[in-house]
């Protein structure tokens, strides 16, 4: 019962170095989300998608790209990463809206340096 | 717009005493809201939710929160703490049935002492 997996769950990063993170999800679900967490913040949505080959911005998108070019996959990019990306980052998956809930990924710790 | 606050970032109780976890929200529509938690180290999972079904809402791990409209909050409660319950709790609101979006609170991290 695998549920939503994210890779890598640990990453170190330059200043300027690109990344992609990848969550993948077994369970069919069409709206999946990234969100970042920082402490004393909460949790801030950066992208999300409502279904395959769709993106929409969140609350905190800049200097972040999805993609969603199959259902059970969706990618976070950074270009460019600066130390204020810093964070850790979440995937969750949702079967529907308003009153299902998400199903998170264990995180991604990201440090830029 | 829609917005969830949790009163005390640090909540520290003793083994075998009462849990009381605060969360209010503001939504101009009726909402449902989550609570999650989340064991360090690890993603968040699914506590309990309201879906304005019953007002008094049955979790795992023997939580359970009181939607109360006339105060907008949705309080967590446990009646006896256990060591294992020392997490971070996430309040969470979502305004209505055609939105698919969560508003987060900032968490609040419980501590159980022996």
Same mark, same amino acid.
């Given at each position: 019962?695998?549920?939503?997996?994210?890779?890598?769950?640990?990453?170190?990063?330059?200043?300027?170095?690109?990344?992609?993170?990848?969550?993948?999800?077994?369970?069919?679900?069409?709206?999946?989300?990234?969100?970042?967490?920082?402490?004393?913040?909460? @949790?801030?949505?950066?992208?999300?998608?409502?279904?395959?080959?769709?993106?929409?911005?969140?609350?905190?998108?800049?200097?972040?790209?999805?993609?969603? @070019?199959?259902?059970?996959?969706?990618?976070?990019?950074?270009?460019?990463?600066?130390?204020?990306?810093?964070?850790?980052?979440?995937?969750?998956?949702?079967?529907?809206?308003?009153?299902?809930?998400?199903?998170?990924?264990?995180?991604?710790?990201?440090?830029?340096? | !717009?829609?917005?969830?606050?949790?009163?005390?970032?640090?909540?520290?109780?003793?083994?075998?005493?009462?849990?009381?976890?605060?969360?209010?929200?503001?939504?101009?529509?009726?909402?449902?809201?989550?609570?999650?938690?989340?064991?360090?180290?690890? $993603?968040?999972?699914?506590?309990?939710?309201?879906?304005?079904?019953?007002?008094?809402?049955? $979790?795992?791990?023997?939580?359970?929160?009181?939607?109360?409209?006339?105060?907008?909050?949705?309080?967590?409660?446990?009646?006896?703490?256990?060591?294992?319950?020392? !997490?971070?709790?996430?309040?969470?609101?979502?305004? $209505?049935? $055609?939105?698919?979006?969560?508003?987060?609170?900032?968490?609040?991290?419980?501590?159980?002492?022996?």
């Amino acid at each position: 019962n695998a549920g939503v997996t994210q890779t890598p769950k640990f990453r170190v990063l330059k200043t300027g170095q690109s990344m992609t993170l990848l969550c993948a999800q077994d369970m069919n679900h069409e709206y999946m989300y990234w969100y970042r967490q920082d402490p004393g913040m909460g @949790l801030r949505l950066i992208h999300y998608s409502v279904g395959e080959g769709t993106t929409a911005k969140g609350e905190v998108p800049d200097g972040y790209n999805v993609s969603r @070019l199959k259902k059970q996959n969706f990618l976070l990019g950074l270009e460019s990463a600066a130390p204020s990306q810093t964070s850790v980052y979440f995937c969750a998956s949702s079967s529907g809206q308003g009153a299902y809930g998400y199903t998170f990924g264990s995180g991604t710790r990201l440090t830029v340096v | !717009a829609q917005s969830v606050t949790q009163l005390g970032s640090h909540v520290s109780v003793s083994e075998g005493a009462l849990v009381l976890l605060r969360c209010n929200y503001s939504s101009s529509v009726p909402p449902y809201l989550f609570w999650y938690v989340q064991y360090p180290n690890q $993603g968040l999972q699914l506590l309990l939710k309201y879906t304005s079904a019953a007002t008094l809402v049955k $979790g795992i791990n023997g939580f359970e929160a009181e939607f109360k409209k006339s105060e907008t909050s949705f309080h967590l409660t446990k009646p006896s703490a256990h060591m294992s319950d020392a !997490a971070e709790y996430f309040c969470a609101v979502s305004e $209505g049935s $055609g939105t698919y979006k969560y508003i987060f609170g900032t968490g609040t991290r419980l501590k159980v002492l022996a």
